[in-house]
């Protein structure tokens, strides 16, 4: 065994806030010390990294830190090098824009190399719009599937909501959807269109927010209640009735 090799560093997933809260309202102490503490950071968005760096630790020099962009326009070449800084036995983080990193996140794509390379993978606590959600629904905890986005076309997407529906009843599965914040609304009149009355539908906006709205209803009493879901970021949970 050779005592000279480097240990590698480890990969810290870095939770961060869903909304414009102070960040150690929901985020414990240990992301701070985290924050503090390293220099070299797999992020999503520059701007909103930047931004997230300096509201959690804002006497840290931003100009001797190193971000490394990782989103839809990030070429798999480029991500072959994301992690030297591990290899070479440095400590980095991993955070997405908002929320917990490789949830519904491409950050996924980094912590499985990680494993892969044999670098330990070290999770911080921090808020989960998706486990907010199915907290604060009431629905099956013990058993539940995440479907990310409907599709767009029309018809595809109440084939899905009717396909999600079927296996929410037969498997007493609760099935949970996300959709981009401008498409909320229409998303839940397309739920109230197709699911059957007594379906069960959880809508979560703004989870952890001061602005935070949580209801669960059969899907005929949704008829009678209007909330406001115009451009506000939401979580859809749908499973057999009471």
Known sequence: MNENITPMGVLYLIPTPLGDNSPLEVLPLSVKKVMEEHKHFIIENEKAARQFIKRITPNKNQDKITLYPLNKYTTSEEME????PCKSGISMGLFSDAGCPGIADPGAVIVSKAHRLGITVKPLTGPSSLILALMASGMNGQS??????LPIEQKQRN??????????????QAQLFIETPYRSESLFKDFLKTLDPNTLLFV?????????????LPVKKWKKVKPDLIKRPCVFIIEGSF
């Open 144 to 149: 539940f599937a995440f479907n990310g986005y």
């Open 159 to 172: 084939q899905s909501i009717a396909k999600y529906e079927k296996k929410a009843f037969r498997e007493n």
């Open 81 to 84: 090098s994301y992690l030297d």
């Open 204 to 216: 979560g906006c703004d989870l952890s927010l001061n602005s935070e709205f949580t209801l669960t």
